[in-house]
T-cell receptor
């Protein structure tokens, strides 16, 4: 079975540009999570969806960040405009049961 | 709110040494507890879990026991290998039904030398 698929794996952009990260969860999983990982702050939950509905977006840093899940097999995380402090690895994870999250390999974002 | 505190790394051991990574938690209810592992360049993957007090989770030679009285879930392995070099995350989950989220510790980097 395919795991959680994220794209792009690496993105380098300039400050002010729009960034869109994409995630395809594992088929049959009904919950999807976006995390951000940095050395300074560790792993932070940004937002999670259940059955395509956003349940908790309290971790979204500010209005520059937005996330959508138009259907059960696709989600996006958008940053507009991007800033250097957004540089991080962004992980998508999905699950259909309590406790075991399946993570993608991450999207490493560098904002210059 | 919920929180997880792990011992700060990095931890460096020789092959076949004994490993302990401490983890304590704060939660309002009765959480489930987890250890996740992240190998270089990869996402996190579940290593083991325990869902109630006194449960012991185990996998790949790693063990952790859910201790409610000390609010702890320390990770142990009797003899580490070079291939165990990774970042280890303690986490807890609270929530009902199909809605839940994990709260992670900051992670502990383990390096095992041959």
């Amino acid at each position: 079975d395919a795991g959680v698929i994220q794209s792009p794996r690496h993105e380098v952009t300039e400050m002010g540009q729009e960034v869109t990260l994409r995630c395809k969860p594992i088929s049959g999983h009904n919950s999807l999570f976006w995390y951000r990982q940095t050395m300074m702050r560790g792993l932070e939950l940004l937002i999670y969806f259940n059955n395509n509905v956003p349940i908790d977006d309290s971790g979204m840093p500010e209005d520059r960040f937005s996330a959508k899940m138009p259907n059960a097999s696709f989600s996006t995380l958008k940053i507009q405009p991007s800033e250097p402090r957004d540089s991080a690895v962004y992980f998508c994870a999905s699950t259909r049961g309590r406790g075991e999250l399946f993570f993608g390999e991450g999207s490493r974002l560098t904002v210059l | 709110g919920n929180s997880v505190t792990q011992m700060e790394g990095p931890v460096t051991l020789s092959e076949e040494a004994f490993l302990t990574i401490n983890c304590t938690y704060t939660a309002t209810g009765y959480p489930s507890l987890f250890w996740y592992v992240q190998y270089p360049g990869e996402g996190l993957q579940l290593l083991l879990k325990a869902t109630k007090a006194d449960d012991k989770g185990s996998n790949k030679g790693f063990e952790a026991t859910y201790r409610k009285e000390t609010t702890s879930f320390h990770l142990e392995k009797g003899s580490v290998q070079v291939s165990d070099s990774a970042v280890y995350f303690c986490a807890l989950s609270e929530g009902g039904g199909s809605n839940y989220k994990l709260t992670f510790g900051k992670g502990t980097l383990l390096t095992v030398n041959p």
